[in-house]
Protein backbone atom coordinates (compact mmCIF):
# COMPACT_ATOMS: atom_id res chain seq x y z
CA UNK A 1 0.00 0.00 0.00
CA UNK A 2 2.56 2.65 1.34
CA UNK A 3 6.01 2.66 1.29
CA UNK A 4 8.38 5.15 3.02
CA UNK A 5 11.80 4.87 1.95
CA UNK A 6 14.63 6.25 3.99
CA UNK A 7 18.24 7.40 2.24
CA UNK A 8 21.18 9.13 4.24
CA UNK A 9 22.75 8.26 7.91
CA UNK A 10 25.94 6.61 8.23
CA UNK A 11 28.75 7.51 10.60
CA UNK A 12 29.90 10.67 11.61
CA UNK A 13 32.37 12.40 13.96
CA UNK A 14 31.17 14.34 17.03
CA UNK A 15 30.58 17.76 15.61
CA UNK A 16 29.36 16.80 12.17
CA UNK A 17 26.70 16.79 9.93
CA UNK A 18 24.04 14.69 8.22
CA UNK A 19 21.09 14.69 6.27
CA UNK A 20 18.32 12.03 6.03
CA UNK A 21 15.47 11.91 3.34
CA UNK A 22 12.48 9.93 3.37
CA UNK A 23 10.03 9.79 0.64
CA UNK A 24 6.22 8.10 0.78
CA UNK A 25 4.79 6.37 -2.59
CA UNK A 26 2.24 4.08 -3.30
CA UNK A 27 -1.48 4.57 -2.40
CA UNK A 28 -0.41 7.92 -0.64
CA UNK A 29 -4.00 10.73 -1.35
CA UNK A 30 -2.49 13.35 1.01
CA UNK A 31 -0.04 13.45 4.09
CA UNK A 32 -1.11 15.05 7.34
CA UNK A 33 2.08 14.72 8.88
CA UNK A 34 5.77 13.65 8.35
CA UNK A 35 8.47 13.14 10.96
CA UNK A 36 11.16 11.15 12.71
CA UNK A 37 11.76 9.00 15.20
CA UNK A 38 15.14 7.65 16.68
CA UNK A 39 15.84 4.31 19.20
CA UNK A 40 18.79 3.71 20.66
CA UNK A 41 19.61 -0.20 22.05
CA UNK A 42 17.94 -0.59 25.16
CA UNK A 43 15.75 2.67 25.26
CA UNK A 44 12.50 3.33 23.85
CA UNK A 45 11.28 5.03 20.38
CA UNK A 46 11.35 8.56 20.87
CA UNK A 47 10.13 11.43 18.86
CA UNK A 48 13.00 13.84 16.95
CA UNK A 49 11.34 16.09 14.47
CA UNK A 50 8.13 15.99 13.08
CA UNK A 51 6.32 18.68 10.49
CA UNK A 52 2.31 18.67 9.91
CA UNK A 53 1.44 19.86 5.81
CA UNK A 54 0.58 23.20 7.11
CA UNK A 55 4.55 23.18 7.85
CA UNK A 56 4.30 23.45 11.67
CA UNK A 57 7.15 21.66 13.19
CA UNK A 58 7.86 20.47 16.57
CA UNK A 59 11.45 18.97 17.85
CA UNK A 60 12.02 17.06 21.08
CA UNK A 61 13.76 19.55 23.25
CA UNK A 62 17.34 17.48 22.80
CA UNK A 63 17.40 18.57 18.98
CA UNK A 64 16.17 21.72 19.60
CA UNK A 65 18.84 24.12 17.78
CA UNK A 66 20.88 21.83 15.85
CA UNK A 67 18.32 19.32 13.62
CA UNK A 68 15.72 20.88 11.23
CA UNK A 69 13.07 19.53 8.96
CA UNK A 70 13.51 22.01 6.18
CA UNK A 71 10.06 23.76 5.20
CA UNK A 72 10.91 23.61 1.25
CA UNK A 73 10.82 20.34 0.49
CA UNK A 74 8.73 18.05 -2.25
CA UNK A 75 5.77 16.40 -1.95
CA UNK A 76 5.39 13.42 0.07
CA UNK A 77 8.97 13.95 1.27
CA UNK A 78 10.47 14.49 4.40
CA UNK A 79 14.54 15.80 5.49
CA UNK A 80 16.16 15.88 8.77
CA UNK A 81 18.84 18.06 8.49
CA UNK A 82 21.45 17.19 11.93
CA UNK A 83 24.01 19.32 12.54
CA UNK A 84 26.23 19.12 15.74
CA UNK A 85 26.03 15.73 15.99
CA UNK A 86 26.43 14.01 19.66
CA UNK A 87 27.37 11.26 20.64
CA UNK A 88 24.46 10.49 22.25
CA UNK A 89 22.34 10.77 18.76
CA UNK A 90 23.39 7.66 18.17
CA UNK A 91 20.29 5.56 17.28
CA UNK A 92 18.06 3.62 14.53
CA UNK A 93 16.38 6.57 12.71
CA UNK A 94 12.61 6.02 11.48
CA UNK A 95 10.36 7.87 9.18
CA UNK A 96 7.16 8.07 9.93
CA UNK A 97 3.67 9.14 8.41
CA UNK A 98 0.53 10.22 9.28
CA UNK A 99 -1.77 9.92 6.32
CA UNK A 100 -5.01 9.57 4.24
CA UNK A 101 -5.28 6.70 1.43
CA UNK A 102 -6.17 6.92 -1.16
CA UNK A 103 -10.15 5.66 -1.91
CA UNK A 104 -10.34 5.57 1.87
CA UNK A 105 -11.85 8.91 3.15
CA UNK A 106 -11.52 10.86 6.07
CA UNK A 107 -9.40 8.02 7.86
CA UNK A 108 -5.87 8.34 8.37
CA UNK A 109 -3.11 6.04 9.07
CA UNK A 110 0.63 5.95 10.31
CA UNK A 111 3.36 4.14 8.25
CA UNK A 112 6.88 3.68 9.42
CA UNK A 113 10.17 3.29 7.67
CA UNK A 114 12.38 0.49 8.03
CA UNK A 115 15.09 2.73 9.57
CA UNK A 116 18.43 4.02 9.06
CA UNK A 117 21.60 4.01 11.57
CA UNK A 118 23.11 7.04 12.63
CA UNK A 119 26.47 6.52 14.96
CA UNK A 120 28.37 9.39 16.10
CA UNK A 121 31.65 8.93 17.30
CA UNK A 122 33.34 10.78 20.19
Known amino acids: QVQLVESGGGLVQAGGSLRLSCAAS????????MGWYRQAPGKQRELVAT???????NYADSVKGRFTIPEDRATNVVVLQMDSLKPEDTAIYYC????????????????WGQGTQVTVSS
Open 96 to 111: YAHLELVGIKNKLYDY
Open 26 to 33: GSVFSVDA
Open 51 to 57: ITSGGTT
